[in-house]
């Protein structure tokens, strides 16, 4: 076995990050395709409160993330579905709100600034048991979910109209592709960090759907990239002792930049 | 407690004194309406006059704020069977223009199996472009497999809001004459436009619409009645409902 794995603290971070590298593109894509990528960025400042407010109380932080981000994922699915305002707005809104409420909250309570630097960013040695029994169930639930409804998301994404028209559920399966979201960004941010997870949500989608043949190619080819990110990224982060989240972030935008150029040059 | 049969004779689309306003602004006000099984509709007015209005409304995607639709003799918030109606809106899709998705994808959104595929593809004379990325085709031929799309659900009636817009006139030939072998195999079809010249020339019966319902006749009537004038021009308050028959 190599060294890395004799660490448990490296072998819950690459069970996490094997979870959360396959489903963070397969929520990512639906988003990308419907050009509503900028809801990851906002719940991950939601989701950044939620782990202040988790510190603060002394509970479980993923918990108390999962709880805003589900509940603003929902809040941002009723404006926008009642055009109370522009959703584009109250995205922007929402993401500068979570990140000033998660300052005050952090204000209330000084003493966990060093632990909440690792949320930011995101950390390989923070992976508890505690979230694996969290991460692992749920990001199941993630795959089973968008199998389940693959063609109403899709129908959706493509034409809203038409979908309510033939039939499907709309409303709710736009309320539940939400609550989807918030559940991946929450159950990212031990290894990606709040600040950082918009961008594996929206990376390896953005350079699959450059090359993929098809709707189907391009979600295989986004976790693919994905996967390949977080794993590179784990292992740098423990061999060049580098932040996990940036190191993921940075590895996803090479492979984007030459599956770009390579595109380009044919 | 009430139940609903289909019958083949009654109309398919059913409109009582349907009344529609946006923030407080009439957009319609008390539309009657029947669409009989069969029939080749043009649906006109001038832009803002409400036809787009008119039509969501018909597929419950816009509640009137008076009045009653039925569809297949079934109210709306009873009708269920939404395979038998094909819708096209005026932007057929939302997903981002460069993202990939074929039109096997696209037709398959709406059909049950493969088979389905295939027929519709084939029907708008579109089967050997099946794995192509819908981004890379014309206007006219992204506006077929979007008909393909609500074929492949097996619909008696399909709608279409302002299916040739940015399409070429050589498409747009060819588009009217799909619609027309398509109506000339059974189905009802609903075409809402502002091209007067292509509606008269191409439908069976014309619906006429400003707010109000300004006439329902067939081509030749529409041109005998001066209704263009009525329309377009500055008086729109005439208000004349034909309800002649061929």
């Known amino acids: ?75 941002v699915e009723k404006i926008r579905h009642n055009r109370y305002i522009s959703g584009e707005t109250a995205l922007a809104m929402l993401l500068s709100g979570g990140l000033a409420l998660a300052i005050v909250l952090i204000g209330l309570a000084s003493g966990f600034n060093v ?139 090479i492979i984007f930049v030459v599956t770009y150029l390579g595109k380009k040059s044919q | 407690m009430h139940t609903h049969i289909e019958q083949s004779d009654q109309p398919l689309v059913c409109l009582h004194d349907i009344s529609f306003s946006y923030d407080g602004q009439p957009v319609l006000e008390d539309i009657d309406l029947h669409i009989e099984k069969g029939e080749y509709l043009g649906l006109l007015g001038p832009n803002g006059s409400g036809k787009s209005t008119l039509l969501k409304i018909i597929l419950g995607l816009l509640s009137p704020i008076k009045g009653q639709v039925e569809l297949f003799g079934t109210p709306l918030d009873k009708f269920t069977n939404w395979h038998k109606v094909g819708y096209i809106p005026q932007k057929a899709t939302q997903l981002d223009s460069r993202f990939p998705i074929t039109v096997k994808e696209v037709v398959g959104l709406n059909a049950t199996d493969k088979t389905k595929v295939s027929e519709a593809l084939a029907k708008v004379g579109m089967e050997k472009f099946s794995h192509r990325l819908i981004h890379e085709l014309s206007g006219g031929q992204q506006q077929r497999v979007f008909i393909a799309k609500a074929l492949a659900g097996g619909p008696e009636l399909l709608l279409l809001d302002e299916p040739t817009v940015g399409i070429d006139s050589e498409s747009q030939k060819e588009f ?30 014309i619906i006429c619409v400003n707010k109000r319902l300004v006439c329902h006749v067939t081509p030749k009537e529409f041109i005998a009645g001066n209704y263009y004038d009525q329309l377009y021009g500055d008086d729109r308050k005439t208000i004349i409902h034909h309800h002649s028959h061929d």
Do not use: C, W
């Open chain 2, 176 to 205: 009217y004459s799909l619609l027309e072998n398509l109506h000339r195999s059974g189905l009802t079809i609903v075409l809402v436009s502002h091209d007067t010249e292509d509606i008269v020339r191409e439908v069976s019966r």
């Open chain 1, 115 to 253: 632990d909440l630097f690792s949320y930011l960013f995101g950390s390989i040695t923070t992976v508890t048991n505690t979230d694996l029994i969290l991460i692992v169930p749920l990001g199941l639930l993630v795959i089973v979910m968008v199998t389940v409804f693959y063609k109403q998301f899709l129908s959706i994404a493509f034409d809203e109209e038409g979908a309510k028209v033939s039939g499907i559920k709309v409303n709710f399966l736009n309320i539940l592709l939400m609550v989807l979201t918030a559940v991946t960004v929450s159950l990212s941010i031990r290894i990606i960090g709040s600040l950082l997870i918009g961008a594996l949500l929206v990376i390896p989608v953005t350079t699959a759907s450059q090359i993929a043949k098809s709707f189907k190619q391009s979600l295989l080819l986004a976790i693919i990239f994905s996967l390949t990110s977080v794993v590179s990224g784990l292992f740098a982060s423990f061999y060049l002792n580098l932040p996990a989240g940036g190191s993921i972030v940075v590895i996803s935008l």
């Open chain 1, 1 to 75: 076995m190599i060294e890395i794995f004799t660490y448990s603290f490296m072998v819950r971070a690459f069970i996490a990050g094997i979870v959360i590298g396959s489903i963070a593109p397969l929520i990512g894509t639906f988003l990308v395709a419907r050009r509503f990528s900028l809801i990851a960025d906002t719940l991950g400042h939601i989701s950044l409160a939620g782990i202040a407010l988790g510190l603060l109380l002394h509970i479980n932080p993923i918990i108390t993330a999962l709880i805003a981000s589900i509940s603003v994922a929902i809040l």
